[in-house]
Nanobody, 120 residues
């Protein structure tokens, strides 16, 4: 079982920055892709950023140029650097891990979430 623990959320003014961290209980190189999702009140959970084992990244259009995802395989940690934060970035942010086995069975692992609140 993979456990993911997020930290780094908080309250920040618009235009400010935060860095989220997600520590995994296993070697993250064994996980095919790591990502950050967010869910705002009364909205569906959405992908924010994702990074594969090979380092390929993709971002939601709404955060491109402002957010950066990175991974440290030695520390088994994934980061989300969030700059120029906007009130619409307010949400609970969840760390996700995707593991695909050789038989193509896919497992999704989730952290407990960390609240990010951006005041205007």
């Amino acid at each position: 079982q993979v456990q993911l623990v997020e930290s780094g959320g908080g309250l920040v003014q618009a235009g400010g920055s935060l860095r989220l961290s997600c520590v995994a209980s296993v070697k993250i190189f064994s996980i095919n892709a790591m990502g950050w999702y967010r869910q705002a009140p009364d909205k569906q959970r959405e992908l924010v950023a994702r990074i594969t084992n090979g380092g390929t990244t993709n971002y939601a259009d709404s955060v491109k140029g402002r957010f950066t995802i990175s991974r440290d395989n030695v520390k088994n940690t994934v980061y989300l650097q969030m700059n120029v934060l906007k009130p619409e970035d307010t949400a609970v942010y969840y760390c996700n891990g995707e593991k695909v086995l050789t038989d193509h069975t896919k497992y999704d692992y989730w952290g407990q979430g960390t609240q990010v609140t951006v005041s205007s």
